[in-house]
DNA sequence: CCATTTCCTCAAAGCGCTTTGGCTACGTCT
DNA sequence: AGACGTAGCCAAAGCGCTTTGAGGAAATGG
């Protein structure tokens, strides 16, 4: 069934339909109706793709999903297109989901927005100096950034979390509690979020004179493995030279960290305290752990919806927003924080 | 940059040129070759939605994603969707994703087929006498179900795992160790996967004369929190009567049931023995659990990798599958199953 | 040397929709 | 009465591609 069958079988022309349709004022109450009778008894539906050609709008937002054989599913990734889709059901909007290799996460996105199958695009895991960005600029088409690309110019729409401030504000707290030996368990460290989070805690240790020794950071993939390696190793340390206190850039590094820490028979939050990231994972709630984990605390998928919102209204020309936000994370003090142990 | 121009800057037809980057023998490799470069050098793209209307393929399947405000992002969809995403890279294919209200699925897919921006169809979550199945059926587009449908006529295409054979295993190497009080954690009753978990748990029982006690079993979605939930109620019955081990339908809820089983101060296998069905998630290795967890393993994004290659094959009528494949899961013995306690 | 085949190319139709630019009929204004 | 506005409808063009049916040129055969 499509339009000319449709206003054949009415009686009317494709024109009248279309704009009956489509909410045109120059259409006869009556006549709307009968229009709007028909596609419910037929269960008519617009071509997707005709539309499109016709309009040059698809309704569909696209993102490019980071997937390689070997490369793990990110929890990350799922938790913020939850995000995505609660918003786009309401405005009946779709996602275009390109898969792509990490390594030509450019041409992908060439690829997506040449296709016309997408009116906005949507990019995340920004790394310093961003090579997607200036492909973007040259696009004439709406983007929003998560996170933002160190290095590069502040000129594009973005929606990021203060990871400095995070940071610095969780360590600020263990400075407070007596520590003065940290550490750090960072992703990988190409990422913007990664450096800056990094910044944030090198900036507080520096207003207290302290510096953080680089055999106590680790820059790893965001996976409990990792987190798990990375602890072993420092608590491997010598014990009055090993960190007192350790920040994880995601629960999902804790939750290995955290093992380590058992399997030495050390106390969280005693003998050594923890902060982490917490993205709010549905999957991994900090205040489920055995030592309830002080965190830095913003959803992911607050931020998903966020996006979402951001960009279908773009779209649809029906809202300005500011191009540029900073959220706040929030600083949450459960158990895996305490006093530093004596010496 | 279009056909048009395109052509019209080479001195060729649209048709020349179409054919050209369409593979069509009817080319003189000369005239290939300056096509080829000429699109090389101006970064020509085809317009998909044009693209689509002409030849009726679109180069995407489709699928809902189940989401909705407050409904949880589920890790077993984007382990899956990652193995779709790794097939679909090779051949050049993209998703569409259309969020949808859980109660809305049937809904959802129409849309989707009707948008005519899908060549294919796929669905999971499958429940018992699936309503979407008829609605599948209906429509004259390929489609794959991940999973099936107990009551329905099983004349559909699909790919599962024998959920039977893998909880009768289970239950089978549970009651040679010696344990007759048995729990179940499982998944929404309504799924079909949790119907025929349970179902092949009852057959094992039934072949030594046991019966499942309903008071030991939960039907809850598949998360920490409700394993943790679910478990404290089980712990909280008379030493006697309580039972000794556990299947759950999933890592997660495991997760939350060996949380449950600390706290009581119970030593996972030798007080309780335990076993879980491990769809290989990224984040929850069962092998990283303090006592490493017995499973029934199907790696659920292999399951993703498999059904976008038969979807795509289809799609492309470069090859046939067999309409129906049923996949073993493995059984694999860990610390957490050990010899039932003496009463 | 003409007829036939083969190779390459082209013009034009069509996919299903939106939108431009009328056209008609009727009421209103001067 | 004529000029003008307006409400309601329509025919046709156009979005960018593929594909059908045809045609011209070169190569082959009798």
Same mark, same amino acid.
């Given at each position: 069934m499509n339009l000319k069958q449709l206003s054949h079988m009415l009686g009317l022309s494709q024109t009248t339909v279309s704009r009956a349709l489509n909410g045109y004022?120059?259409?006869n109450h009556e006549t709307r109706e009968r229009v709007l009778k028909a596609v419910r008894e037929t269960g008519y539906r617009p071509n997707k793709a005709a539309q499109r050609l016709a309009?040059?709008?698809?309704?569909s937002i696209g993102l490019v999903m980071p997937t390689s054989p070997g490369n793990s599913s990110d929890v990350h990734f799922s938790e913020f297109l939850t995000g995505l889709g609660e918003e786009a059901l309401r405005h009946d909007f779709h996602f275009v989901l390109t898969p792509a290799d990490p390594n030509d996460e450019v041409g992908a996105l060439r690829r997506l927005a040449a296709s016309g199958n997408v009116d906005a695009l949507f990019v995340n895991y920004m790394r310093g100096h961003d090579p997607r960005l200036d492909m973007l600029k040259s696009l004439s088409m709406p983007f929003l950034v998560h996170g933002r690309s160190i290095?590069?110019? !502040?000129?594009y729409p973005f929606l990021d979390i203060d990871n400095e401030a995070a940071f610095y504000d969780a360590t600020k707290l263990l400075l407070q509690l007596g520590h003065r030996r940290f550490a750090l368990l960072n992703?990988?460290?190409?990422?913007d979020f990664a450096i800056r989070r990094k910044n944030g805690m090198d900036a507080a240790l520096a207003e207290r004179g302290l510096t953080l020794d680089e055999a106590c950071v680790s820059h790893t993939p965001m996976t409990d493995e990792q987190g798990l390696l990375a602890m072993e190793r420092i608590l491997q340390m010598e014990k009055d030279k090993r960190p007192t206190a350790v920040l994880c850039s995601s629960t999902v590094l804790a939750l290995g960290a955290v093992r380590a820490i058992n399997q030495a028979k050390l106390r969280l939050g005693e003998d050594i305290s923890m902060i982490a990231h917490d993205d709010v994972l549905t999957l991994l709630? !900090?205040?489920?752990f055995t030592v309830p984990l002080t965190t830095t605390r913003s959803s992911l998928r607050a931020a998903g919806v966020r996006i979402a919102e951001r960009l279908i209204g773009e779209i649809k020309h029906t809202e300005t927003f500011p191009a540029q936000e900073l959220w706040k994370a929030e600083l949450i003090v459960r158990a895996s924080t305490g006093v530093a142990p004596a010496d």
């Open positions: 004022p120059e259409v309009t040059g709008k698809a309704g290095g590069s110019e !502040p000129d992703g990988p460290i190409y990422f709630k !900090p205040e489920n």
